[in-house]
C-alpha cells in the first residue's frame, strides 16, 4: 500500500500551522519536512510519527505516543527516532501543528 494524494493532503492540513511544509514520497510512505528539516513521516498504513529526541521524548510518550520499531531479517527490533502521532491530535490540526512545533524545537 502507498500513500495517496488524498493522505498528503490529510498530513499537510493536520500540520497547516508549520511553516513551510514540503513533502517526499519514500519507500511507499511520505516524509514531511519544514524548511528543508523532516520532522514528521506518514507511514503507508496510514499511521503518523513525529520525529522525537532528547527531552521531546518523554513528553510525547507521555501523551500516549509509541516508538516506531521494525523487526529485521535477523530477528533483532531496531528503533527509529519516530513517535506516533497521539489519536486525540488526529482531529485537531491546530494541537497537532502545536506538538510538531514542540518537536521541531528539539531537532
Avoid at 511520505?30 to 503507508?44: D, K, P, T, V
Avoid at 509509541?66 to 491546530?94: A, C, E, H, I, N
Amino acid at each position: 500500500m502507498s500513500v495517496g494524494e488524498a493522505d498528503i493532503a490529510f498530513a499537510r492540513e493536520l500540520f497547516v500551522n508549520i511553516p513551510a511544509i514540503s513533502t517526499r514520497k519514500m519507500m511507499g510512505g511520505l516524509c514531511l519536512y519544514s524548511e528543508g528539516q523532516i520532522f514528521a513521516l506518514l507511514h503507508s498504513d496510514g499511521q503518523i510519527f513525529l520525529k522525537s529526541q532528547g527531552d521531546f521524548i518523554p513528553e510525547i510518550e507521555a501523551l500516549g505516543g509509541t516508538r516506531w520499531t521494525y523487526t529485521r531479517k535477523d530477528g533483532k527490533v531496531t528503533g527509529m527516532p519516530y513517535w506516533s502521532l497521539p489519536d486525540q491530535f488526529l482531529d485537531d490540526p491546530s494541537e497537532a501543528s502545536a506538538l510538531a512545533a514542540r518537536a521541531l524545537e528539539h531537532l
